[in-house]
Protein backbone atom coordinates (compact mmCIF):
# COMPACT_ATOMS: atom_id res chain seq x y z
CA UNK A 1 0.00 0.00 0.00
CA UNK A 2 1.24 3.55 0.57
CA UNK A 3 0.44 5.21 -2.79
CA UNK A 4 2.24 8.91 -3.42
CA UNK A 5 0.65 11.69 -1.49
CA UNK A 6 -1.45 13.75 -3.78
CA UNK A 7 -2.57 17.39 -2.32
CA UNK A 8 -6.42 16.92 -2.48
CA UNK A 9 -7.95 19.62 -4.87
CA UNK A 10 -9.47 22.41 -3.51
CA UNK A 11 -7.25 22.49 -0.33
CA UNK A 12 -5.38 25.57 0.12
CA UNK A 13 -1.46 25.39 -1.19
CA UNK A 14 1.04 27.46 0.34
CA UNK A 15 0.17 27.03 4.60
CA UNK A 16 1.68 24.22 6.10
CA UNK A 17 0.14 21.20 5.75
CA UNK A 18 -1.36 18.47 8.73
CA UNK A 19 -1.45 15.31 6.94
CA UNK A 20 -3.87 13.52 8.61
CA UNK A 21 -4.49 9.19 8.92
CA UNK A 22 -7.39 7.99 9.77
CA UNK A 23 -8.08 4.97 11.42
CA UNK A 24 -11.61 3.28 10.75
CA UNK A 25 -13.86 4.19 7.43
CA UNK A 26 -17.34 3.25 8.86
CA UNK A 27 -20.11 5.54 9.99
CA UNK A 28 -17.86 8.12 12.46
CA UNK A 29 -15.19 7.34 9.84
CA UNK A 30 -17.34 9.26 6.98
CA UNK A 31 -18.19 11.97 9.29
CA UNK A 32 -14.91 12.91 10.32
CA UNK A 33 -13.77 12.45 6.49
CA UNK A 34 -16.79 14.99 5.87
CA UNK A 35 -14.74 17.48 8.41
CA UNK A 36 -11.31 17.04 7.52
CA UNK A 37 -12.37 17.68 3.25
CA UNK A 38 -14.21 20.96 4.76
CA UNK A 39 -12.74 22.59 7.66
CA UNK A 40 -9.98 24.18 5.07
CA UNK A 41 -12.26 25.11 2.45
CA UNK A 42 -14.53 26.86 4.37
CA UNK A 43 -12.60 28.21 7.44
CA UNK A 44 -8.99 30.43 7.12
CA UNK A 45 -7.02 27.92 8.60
CA UNK A 46 -2.95 28.26 10.16
CA UNK A 47 -2.65 24.74 8.77
CA UNK A 48 -3.97 22.94 5.52
CA UNK A 49 -5.74 19.49 6.54
CA UNK A 50 -4.56 16.53 3.82
CA UNK A 51 -6.51 13.78 3.99
CA UNK A 52 -3.34 11.61 3.46
CA UNK A 53 -4.30 7.87 4.56
CA UNK A 54 -7.15 6.16 5.82
CA UNK A 55 -6.88 2.99 7.50
CA UNK A 56 -9.14 -0.95 7.30
CA UNK A 57 -8.87 -4.13 7.43
CA UNK A 58 -10.42 -5.10 4.09
CA UNK A 59 -8.34 -3.76 1.75
CA UNK A 60 -11.57 -3.69 -0.83
CA UNK A 61 -13.34 -1.69 1.79
CA UNK A 62 -11.28 0.50 2.32
CA UNK A 63 -9.88 1.18 -1.25
CA UNK A 64 -13.77 2.02 -1.71
CA UNK A 65 -14.22 4.59 1.65
CA UNK A 66 -10.66 6.05 0.38
CA UNK A 67 -12.32 6.99 -3.11
CA UNK A 68 -15.69 8.10 -1.22
CA UNK A 69 -13.98 10.00 0.69
CA UNK A 70 -11.12 11.46 -0.57
CA UNK A 71 -8.14 9.91 0.98
CA UNK A 72 -5.22 9.86 -0.90
CA UNK A 73 -3.71 6.63 0.16
CA UNK A 74 -4.64 2.93 2.09
CA UNK A 75 -3.69 0.85 4.99
CA UNK A 76 -4.82 -2.21 5.93
CA UNK A 77 -2.88 -2.38 9.67
CA UNK A 78 -3.21 1.16 11.91
CA UNK A 79 0.35 -0.40 12.88
CA UNK A 80 2.13 1.13 9.59
CA UNK A 81 -0.45 4.07 9.83
CA UNK A 82 0.73 5.76 13.07
CA UNK A 83 5.12 4.89 11.56
CA UNK A 84 4.41 6.89 8.42
CA UNK A 85 6.30 9.76 7.87
CA UNK A 86 3.94 11.70 5.94
CA UNK A 87 1.22 11.61 8.68
CA UNK A 88 1.19 14.01 11.20
CA UNK A 89 -2.25 12.98 12.65
CA UNK A 90 -4.03 10.46 14.21
CA UNK A 91 -7.64 10.17 13.77
CA UNK A 92 -8.94 7.31 15.47
CA UNK A 93 -12.44 6.16 14.33
CA UNK A 94 -12.86 2.25 15.31
CA UNK A 95 -14.61 0.51 18.30
CA UNK A 96 -13.79 1.84 21.80
CA UNK A 97 -11.56 -1.46 22.56
CA UNK A 98 -8.62 -0.27 20.44
CA UNK A 99 -8.91 3.14 21.14
CA UNK A 100 -5.77 3.06 24.04
CA UNK A 101 -3.78 1.23 22.27
CA UNK A 102 -3.93 3.39 18.86
CA UNK A 103 -3.96 6.55 20.93
CA UNK A 104 -0.52 5.21 22.60
CA UNK A 105 1.35 4.02 19.16
CA UNK A 106 0.34 6.89 17.87
CA UNK A 107 1.87 9.70 20.47
CA UNK A 108 5.09 7.63 20.85
CA UNK A 109 5.55 8.21 16.96
CA UNK A 110 4.96 11.51 17.81
CA UNK A 111 2.02 12.44 16.14
CA UNK A 112 -0.60 14.88 17.03
CA UNK A 113 -4.28 12.25 17.61
CA UNK A 114 -7.89 13.03 17.64
CA UNK A 115 -9.91 10.29 19.38
CA UNK A 116 -13.73 9.13 18.99
CA UNK A 117 -15.56 9.26 22.50
CA UNK A 118 -15.65 7.76 24.86
CA UNK A 119 -11.74 8.32 25.41
CA UNK A 120 -11.74 4.45 25.98
CA UNK A 121 -13.54 1.58 27.71
CA UNK A 122 -12.16 1.43 30.92
CA UNK A 123 -10.86 4.55 33.29
CA UNK A 124 -7.64 2.73 33.43
CA UNK A 125 -6.94 2.63 29.61
CA UNK A 126 -8.34 6.65 29.81
CA UNK A 127 -5.70 7.02 32.45
CA UNK A 128 -2.83 5.90 30.67
CA UNK A 129 -4.42 7.68 27.62
CA UNK A 130 -4.04 10.83 29.39
CA UNK A 131 -0.25 10.52 30.89
CA UNK A 132 1.11 9.84 27.55
CA UNK A 133 -1.10 12.42 26.12
CA UNK A 134 0.69 15.02 28.60
CA UNK A 135 4.35 13.48 28.04
CA UNK A 136 3.61 14.08 23.93
CA UNK A 137 2.46 17.84 24.77
CA UNK A 138 5.70 18.70 26.09
CA UNK A 139 7.11 17.14 22.87
CA UNK A 140 4.73 19.63 20.78
CA UNK A 141 1.69 17.01 20.22
CA UNK A 142 -1.88 17.86 20.58
CA UNK A 143 -4.43 15.10 21.68
CA UNK A 144 -8.30 15.68 21.70
CA UNK A 145 -10.84 13.49 22.15
CA UNK A 146 -13.91 13.58 19.75
CA UNK A 147 -16.54 15.34 21.65
CA UNK A 148 -18.74 16.68 18.74
CA UNK A 149 -21.75 18.62 19.99
CA UNK A 150 -19.60 20.99 21.68
CA UNK A 151 -19.44 22.28 18.25
CA UNK A 152 -22.94 22.97 17.43
CA UNK A 153 -23.53 26.28 17.00
CA UNK A 154 -26.37 26.62 19.47
CA UNK A 155 -24.64 24.61 22.25
CA UNK A 156 -21.36 26.68 21.91
CA UNK A 157 -23.86 30.04 22.08
CA UNK A 158 -25.58 28.34 25.39
CA UNK A 159 -22.21 27.85 26.54
CA UNK A 160 -21.36 31.85 26.50
CA UNK A 161 -24.34 32.53 27.53
CA UNK A 162 -23.96 30.43 30.86
CA UNK A 163 -20.41 31.54 31.43
CA UNK A 164 -21.72 35.67 30.91
CA UNK A 165 -24.36 34.59 33.72
CA UNK A 166 -27.52 35.22 31.77
CA UNK A 167 -29.29 32.31 33.76
CA UNK A 168 -27.56 33.29 37.11
CA UNK A 169 -27.04 30.82 39.75
CA UNK A 170 -27.78 27.06 37.79
CA UNK A 171 -30.80 25.26 40.19
CA UNK A 172 -31.13 22.21 37.39
CA UNK A 173 -30.15 20.14 34.29
CA UNK A 174 -31.86 17.94 32.66
CA UNK A 175 -30.26 15.88 29.72
CA UNK A 176 -32.05 13.23 27.69
CA UNK A 177 -30.08 11.55 24.62
CA UNK A 178 -33.11 8.98 22.95
CA UNK A 179 -32.75 6.67 20.20
CA UNK A 180 -34.53 3.74 19.74
CA UNK A 181 -32.62 1.47 17.10
CA UNK A 182 -32.71 -1.32 19.72
CA UNK A 183 -36.45 -1.57 20.32
CA UNK A 184 -36.73 -4.55 17.65
CA UNK A 185 -35.55 -7.39 19.41
CA UNK A 186 -34.01 -9.12 16.19
CA UNK A 187 -31.93 -6.00 15.61
CA UNK A 188 -28.66 -8.05 15.33
CA UNK A 189 -25.58 -8.76 18.28
CA UNK A 190 -23.46 -5.95 16.89
CA UNK A 191 -19.94 -4.94 18.31
CA UNK A 192 -21.93 -2.04 20.08
CA UNK A 193 -23.88 -4.48 21.85
CA UNK A 194 -20.44 -6.55 23.31
CA UNK A 195 -19.09 -5.20 26.35
CA UNK A 196 -15.15 -6.37 25.51
CA UNK A 197 -15.56 -4.20 22.32
CA UNK A 198 -17.97 -1.31 23.27
CA UNK A 199 -17.22 -1.45 26.86
CA UNK A 200 -20.51 0.04 27.68
CA UNK A 201 -23.92 0.32 25.72
CA UNK A 202 -26.22 3.17 25.73
CA UNK A 203 -24.14 4.66 28.91
CA UNK A 204 -20.35 5.05 26.85
CA UNK A 205 -22.03 5.85 23.58
CA UNK A 206 -25.02 8.22 24.26
CA UNK A 207 -24.81 8.68 28.23
CA UNK A 208 -20.74 9.82 27.19
CA UNK A 209 -21.77 12.68 24.95
CA UNK A 210 -24.64 14.07 27.51
CA UNK A 211 -22.12 14.13 30.20
CA UNK A 212 -19.56 16.10 28.51
CA UNK A 213 -21.84 18.48 27.29
CA UNK A 214 -23.90 18.97 30.56
CA UNK A 215 -20.31 19.98 32.05
CA UNK A 216 -19.09 21.81 29.10
CA UNK A 217 -22.26 23.56 29.83
CA UNK A 218 -22.26 24.49 33.30
CA UNK A 219 -18.63 24.79 33.27
CA UNK A 220 -17.56 22.18 36.21
CA UNK A 221 -17.08 18.44 36.67
CA UNK A 222 -20.08 16.17 38.24
CA UNK A 223 -19.48 15.68 41.79
CA UNK A 224 -21.42 12.37 42.52
CA UNK A 225 -23.90 10.09 40.31
CA UNK A 226 -27.04 7.74 41.50
CA UNK A 227 -27.94 5.40 38.58
CA UNK A 228 -30.13 2.48 37.31
CA UNK A 229 -29.04 0.43 34.21
CA UNK A 230 -31.23 -1.89 32.17
CA UNK A 231 -30.69 -4.45 29.69
CA UNK A 232 -34.07 -5.30 28.14
CA UNK A 233 -32.99 -7.84 25.57
CA UNK A 234 -30.53 -10.46 26.49
CA UNK A 235 -29.93 -12.85 23.52
CA UNK A 236 -30.09 -11.70 20.10
CA UNK A 237 -29.16 -13.05 16.54
CA UNK A 238 -25.95 -13.10 15.61
CA UNK A 239 -24.34 -11.08 12.44
CA UNK A 240 -22.92 -12.31 9.91
CA UNK A 241 -20.16 -11.20 7.75
CA UNK A 242 -19.54 -7.05 7.92
CA UNK A 243 -21.33 -5.11 10.50
CA UNK A 244 -21.27 -1.38 10.82
CA UNK A 245 -22.28 -1.40 14.81
CA UNK A 246 -25.20 -0.04 13.48
CA UNK A 247 -26.70 -2.58 10.59
CA UNK A 248 -25.76 -6.24 10.24
CA UNK A 249 -27.09 -9.31 8.47
CA UNK A 250 -28.27 -12.04 10.77
CA UNK A 251 -27.45 -15.42 10.92
CA UNK A 252 -29.22 -18.58 12.69
CA UNK A 253 -27.78 -18.27 15.81
CA UNK A 254 -28.24 -15.97 18.64
CA UNK A 255 -25.68 -14.40 21.77
CA UNK A 256 -25.94 -12.73 24.63
CA UNK A 257 -25.88 -8.92 25.37
CA UNK A 258 -23.20 -7.42 27.45
CA UNK A 259 -24.46 -4.45 28.04
CA UNK A 260 -26.71 -1.55 29.40
CA UNK A 261 -29.94 -0.74 27.06
CA UNK A 262 -30.48 2.08 28.94
CA UNK A 263 -29.19 4.31 32.05
CA UNK A 264 -30.89 6.61 34.50
CA UNK A 265 -28.90 8.71 36.41
CA UNK A 266 -29.15 11.96 39.02
CA UNK A 267 -26.29 13.77 39.72
CA UNK A 268 -24.65 16.51 41.93
CA UNK A 269 -22.77 19.25 40.18
CA UNK A 270 -20.13 20.78 42.82
CA UNK A 271 -22.21 24.42 42.91
CA UNK A 272 -25.49 22.84 44.07
CA UNK A 273 -27.23 22.29 40.83
CA UNK A 274 -29.06 19.11 40.31
CA UNK A 275 -28.76 17.30 37.02
CA UNK A 276 -30.77 14.57 35.36
CA UNK A 277 -30.02 12.25 32.82
CA UNK A 278 -31.25 9.60 30.30
CA UNK A 279 -29.60 7.63 27.66
CA UNK A 280 -30.96 4.69 25.50
CA UNK A 281 -31.81 3.11 22.33
CA UNK A 282 -35.26 2.07 22.90
CA UNK A 283 -36.91 5.28 22.80
CA UNK A 284 -39.39 4.24 20.90
CA UNK A 285 -40.02 7.36 17.38
CA UNK A 286 -36.77 8.78 18.38
CA UNK A 287 -33.96 8.95 16.34
CA UNK A 288 -31.22 11.12 17.68
CA UNK A 289 -33.45 13.19 20.29
CA UNK A 290 -30.49 15.03 22.61
CA UNK A 291 -31.99 17.87 24.38
CA UNK A 292 -30.62 19.79 27.20
CA UNK A 293 -32.42 22.28 29.43
CA UNK A 294 -30.85 24.51 32.11
CA UNK A 295 -32.73 26.45 34.92
CA UNK A 296 -31.25 28.95 36.39
CA UNK A 297 -31.72 32.10 38.94
CA UNK A 298 -32.30 34.32 36.43
CA UNK A 299 -33.42 32.51 33.02
CA UNK A 300 -33.46 29.46 31.36
CA UNK A 301 -31.88 27.78 28.50
CA UNK A 302 -33.09 24.73 25.99
CA UNK A 303 -31.27 22.91 23.44
CA UNK A 304 -32.79 19.82 21.44
CA UNK A 305 -30.42 18.07 18.28
CA UNK A 306 -33.58 17.61 16.32
CA UNK A 307 -33.58 21.90 15.45
CA UNK A 308 -30.08 22.16 16.06
CA UNK A 309 -29.71 25.96 14.77
CA UNK A 310 -32.46 27.03 17.77
CA UNK A 311 -31.90 27.69 21.38
CA UNK A 312 -34.86 28.12 23.62
CA UNK A 313 -34.82 31.26 26.30
CA UNK A 314 -36.32 32.42 29.00
CA UNK A 315 -35.08 35.83 30.60
CA UNK A 316 -35.92 36.15 33.86
CA UNK A 317 -35.38 39.29 34.45
CA UNK A 318 -38.02 40.66 31.97
CA UNK A 319 -41.18 41.63 33.65
CA UNK A 320 -43.59 38.77 34.02
CA UNK A 321 -45.96 40.08 32.00
CA UNK A 322 -43.70 40.27 28.73
CA UNK A 323 -41.39 37.05 29.62
CA UNK A 324 -41.54 33.82 28.41
CA UNK A 325 -39.35 31.62 26.62
CA UNK A 326 -38.22 32.77 22.74
CA UNK A 327 -36.80 30.95 20.01
CA UNK A 328 -33.27 32.30 18.65
CA UNK A 329 -32.01 31.64 15.42
CA UNK A 330 -28.93 30.91 16.00
CA UNK A 331 -27.31 31.45 12.30
CA UNK A 332 -26.06 35.07 13.18
CA UNK A 333 -22.56 35.41 12.03
CA UNK A 334 -21.40 36.28 15.50
CA UNK A 335 -22.56 33.34 16.86
CA UNK A 336 -20.06 30.64 17.09
CA UNK A 337 -18.54 29.37 13.99
CA UNK A 338 -21.29 31.14 11.78
CA UNK A 339 -19.19 34.21 10.28
CA UNK A 340 -17.73 31.95 7.91
CA UNK A 341 -20.51 29.92 7.04
CA UNK A 342 -23.79 30.90 4.73
CA UNK A 343 -25.98 34.49 5.59
CA UNK A 344 -28.45 34.38 8.24
CA UNK A 345 -31.48 32.30 8.49
CA UNK A 346 -29.37 29.11 6.35
CA UNK A 347 -28.78 26.90 9.07
CA UNK A 348 -26.36 24.18 9.45
CA UNK A 349 -26.54 19.99 10.26
CA UNK A 350 -24.79 17.22 12.14
CA UNK A 351 -22.09 17.26 9.69
CA UNK A 352 -20.96 20.55 10.50
CA UNK A 353 -20.14 19.37 14.13
CA UNK A 354 -16.92 17.53 12.67
CA UNK A 355 -16.18 20.68 10.75
CA UNK A 356 -16.03 22.67 13.66
CA UNK A 357 -14.15 19.67 15.37
CA UNK A 358 -11.35 19.63 12.71
CA UNK A 359 -11.25 23.89 12.41
CA UNK A 360 -10.62 23.74 15.95
CA UNK A 361 -8.04 20.91 16.39
CA UNK A 362 -5.97 22.99 13.54
CA UNK A 363 -5.70 25.57 15.54
CA UNK A 364 -4.96 24.14 19.17
CA UNK A 365 -1.86 22.15 16.96
CA UNK A 366 -1.08 25.37 14.49
CA UNK A 367 -0.93 27.61 18.65
CA UNK A 368 0.76 23.85 20.31
CA UNK A 369 -2.03 24.66 23.12
CA UNK A 370 -3.91 21.84 24.61
CA UNK A 371 -7.12 21.83 23.13
CA UNK A 372 -10.92 20.88 24.40
CA UNK A 373 -11.66 18.39 24.97
CA UNK A 374 -8.50 17.47 26.07
CA UNK A 375 -7.68 13.70 27.04
CA UNK A 376 -8.13 14.69 30.56
CA UNK A 377 -11.62 15.63 29.88
CA UNK A 378 -12.47 12.08 27.99
CA UNK A 379 -11.04 10.68 31.41
CA UNK A 380 -13.15 12.06 33.48
CA UNK A 381 -16.38 11.86 31.60
CA UNK A 382 -14.68 8.12 31.79
CA UNK A 383 -15.13 8.75 35.59
CA UNK A 384 -18.52 9.89 35.52
CA UNK A 385 -19.11 6.56 33.62
CA UNK A 386 -17.55 3.80 35.48
CA UNK A 387 -19.37 5.83 38.87
CA UNK A 388 -22.35 5.50 36.93
CA UNK A 389 -22.03 1.47 36.68
CA UNK A 390 -20.60 1.23 40.42
CA UNK A 391 -24.02 2.99 41.57
CA UNK A 392 -26.17 0.81 39.57
CA UNK A 393 -24.62 -2.36 40.87
CA UNK A 394 -25.11 -0.97 44.16
CA UNK A 395 -28.73 -0.10 43.95
CA UNK A 396 -28.23 3.48 42.92
CA UNK A 397 -26.44 4.08 45.78
CA UNK A 398 -24.93 7.37 45.63
CA UNK A 399 -21.26 6.86 44.42
CA UNK A 400 -19.11 10.25 44.19
CA UNK A 401 -16.61 10.67 41.17
CA UNK A 402 -12.74 9.76 41.34
CA UNK A 403 -11.01 12.94 41.02
C1 LIG B 1 -25.10 5.70 17.69
O1 LIG B 1 -25.81 5.63 18.86
C2 LIG B 1 -24.44 7.07 17.41
O2 LIG B 1 -23.91 6.94 16.15
C3 LIG B 1 -23.35 7.48 18.37
O3 LIG B 1 -22.31 6.52 18.42
C4 LIG B 1 -22.79 8.82 17.96
O4 LIG B 1 -21.77 9.25 18.82
C5 LIG B 1 -23.94 9.83 17.94
O5 LIG B 1 -23.47 11.06 17.48
C6 LIG B 1 -25.06 9.38 17.04
O6 LIG B 1 -25.46 8.08 17.40
Redesign the pocket.
Known amino acids: MGQPQEQPEGTEAGKPPLRVGMVGYA ?2 GAAHSQGWRTAGRVFDLPLNPVQAVICGRDAAAVRAAASRHGWAATETDWRVLVERDDVDLVDICTPGDSHAEIALAALAAGKHVLCE ?1 PLANTVEEATSMVLAAEEAHARGQVAMVGF ?2 RRVPATAQARRMVAEGRLGRLRHVRVTYL ?1 D ?1 LVDPQFPLTW ?1 LRREQAGSGSLG ?2 GA ?1 IVDLAQYLVGEPLAGVSALTETFVRERPLPTGATSG ?1 SAVTSAGTGQVTVDDAALFTARFPSGALASFEAT ?1 YATGRK ?1 ALRIELNGERGSLAFDLERLNELSFHDGTEPGTEAGFRRILVTEPDHPYLDAWWPPGHGLGYEHTFVHQARDLVHAIAEGRRPEPSFADGLQVQRVLAAVEESAEKNSVYTPIAV
Open positions: FMKNYQWRDLHLRN
